[in-house]
């Protein structure tokens, strides 16, 4: 009779992580930016293409007819199926790896947005919405963790916080989308909401063979029991490096890492380790992310009311407004990412969420008097927000670099999630205290409360935030699976795998 005998996996000694952090920038990482940071201008330009069609769906012309009230589940819908996808997706990206949920979630919005232009009535459209709004949550949680864990440490927020700043290119380019498609002197109204649609769909297909070239994230790999995969995917990448002219500098033995691979970590260790291990971080990752959402649905959401309502701009001229408003948003992130690098982001992120506050309470203050314009008005949100965009994206790159490899995906996404519901709550809050138009105290009021948000967060995060820049993930937070952490498994019994 035999018996079975259970025995303890080998910890692989390697330099994989240090070896990714001293590439030089090529057109690998053009190629990683330009294929997994479309994400962010998907989501923009789906958002503002709801924001665009829906005084249209609500005629008959439309082919749909839906009520006012509709328009606000279509958003809702949206809403909720980001929130499960992040969840759900999130928890696979950490167990099945980066390289097969980017492709999976993609693929799951192309679908969802395409179908939406396809919709025949109100249930259909919801279901569609859904489906496209699963896609986009899911991305969050898998494109983060995979921009992060490929490109270099010296460059990491400058790279992180710039895609996620692209969220406005994609909100830009669906106001000027609309500007033409939704005209109905130039395209009839029953096609145009439908080709906006699909818009999205279209550039995701594009985007998607791009997505095919780039590699599974090795230190995903190493960490998930795949050392000899991960091996590989390094090699091919520093050959690409070398054929084109790229110098490769040795990489110093102590900057080696220990691991013992583990395939999934249980959602119960998952909870412990943010939770009970990491609290300072759990705090300032959740502040930042609630905060800024709660300051950008507040005033977005209730841009186009503002200006109507208080300002006599006609609904048809609000995109207008809309247009120098996105540049902004987009300028800040692209203008002061390098920052993130250099001076650092405790710093930076107090700076931005501080200059954002400032602003914020100026304009609160002009506002009250009856001292703006719809032009003016404009101006301090575009000045405003140029800050606030670039504090905004900092909140991702921070909940994204400062928690263990394994859990990565799922943080990103517990976070994202307690941040869309923080940002619904403040835009149904702000299209209240806007009112007729009759009174600015309500809404006054209201800004001085975003800005005192805002000031918060930059607070927390001088407190508690991390001096994360130009340092490798894996000495930010040391791997679950990490010997260090482990203990039960001794370092002498080791064997060098990935030099």
Same mark, same amino acid.
């Given at each position: ?335 002061? $990412? &390098? /920052? ?11 700076? #931005?969420? =501080? %200059?954002? +506050?400032?602003? @914020? ?79 600015? $105290? &309500? /809404? ?11 000031? #918060?967060? =930059? %607070?927390? +995060?001088?407190? @508690? ?35």
């Amino acid at each position: 009779m035999s018996t079975t005998v259970q025995t303890e996996p080998e910890a692989v000694r390697s330099l994989i992580p240090a070896r990714m952090d001293r590439l030089p920038w090529t057109r690998f990482h053009w190629m990683v930016v330009t294929g997994l940071g479309v994400s962010w201008i998907l989501d923009g330009l789906e958002i503002q293409l709801v924001a665009d069609v829906g005084s249209i769906l609500t005629e008959e012309e439309s082919g749909l007819g839906i009520s006012p009230a509709s328009v606000g589940l279509l958003a809702s819908v949206y809403l909720i199926g980001q929130v499960v996808g992040a969840l759900v997706f999130g928890r696979l990206t950490d167990r099945l790896g980066r390289r097969r949920l980017f492709i999976m979630t993609l693929m799951i919005y192309l679908i969802g947005s395409g179908l939406a232009g396809l919709s025949w009535n109100l249930e259909s459209f919801l279901v569609f919405r859904f489906i496209a709004g699963m896609g986009i949550g899911g991305e969050y949680a898998a494109i983060n963790s995979a921009i992060d864990e490929l490109i270099p440490a010296k460059y990491r927020g400058r790279v992180d916080i710039a895609v996620n700043g692209t969220y406005w290119g994609g909100a830009l380019l669906g106001s000027l989308g609309a500007l033409v498609l939704l005209n109905p002197d130039l395209v009839p109204m029953a096609w145009g909401w439908r080709i906006a649609f699909l818009l999205g769909p279209v550039l995701g297909l594009v985007i998607i063979y791009i997505r095919r070239h780039i590699p599974e994230s090795p230190r995903w790999q190493l960490t998930h029991g795949y050392a000899d995969e991960a091996e590989k995917t390094v090699e091919g990448i520093e050959k690409t490096v070398r054929e084109r002219g790229g110098e490769l500098p040795e990489v110093d033995e102590s900057k080696a890492i220990e691991v013992v691979g583990e395939r999934s970590i249980p959602i119960l260790r998952v909870g412990r380790i943010m939770f009970q291990e990491y609290p300072r971080r759990s705090i300032l990752g959740a502040t930042m992310m609630v905060t800024q959402s709660f300051l950008y649905n507040a005033i977005f959401f209730s841009y186009a009311l503002v200006l109507h309502n208080f300002f006599d701009v006609p609904h048809g001229s609000v995109a207008l407004y809309f247009i120098p408003f996105a540049i902004g948003n987009l300028l800040g992130p692209l203008l002061l $990412g &390098p /920052l993130f690098d250099t001076l650092g982001r405790r710093k930076m992120i107090l700076a #931005t969420y =501080g %200059l954002a +506050a400032v602003v @914020l309470a100026l304009a609160a203050v002009l506002f009250q008097a009856g001292a703006l314009t719809a032009v003016t008005q404009t101006v301090l949100w575009c000045v405003c927000f140029f800050f606030a965009s670039a504090g905004a994206s900092s909140a991702y790159l921070t909940v994204s670099e400062i928690f263990p490899i394994e859990l990565r995906g799922q943080a990103i996404a517990f976070f994202f999630c307690i941040a869309q519901l923080a940002g619904a709550g403040a835009s149904a809050l702000y299209a209240s205290l806007v009112g007729d138009g009759s009174d600015a $105290g &309500p /809404l006054t009021i209201g800004y001085f409360l975003g800005a005192g948000l805002m000031l #918060t967060g =930059g %607070l927390v +995060a001088w407190f @508690l935030g991390i001096n994360a820049e130009r340092q490798s993930l894996e000495d930010i937070a040391d791997p679950v699976t990490s010997v260090k952490r482990r203990g039960a498994v001794r370092a002498e019994g080791a064997h060098p795998a990935a030099h």
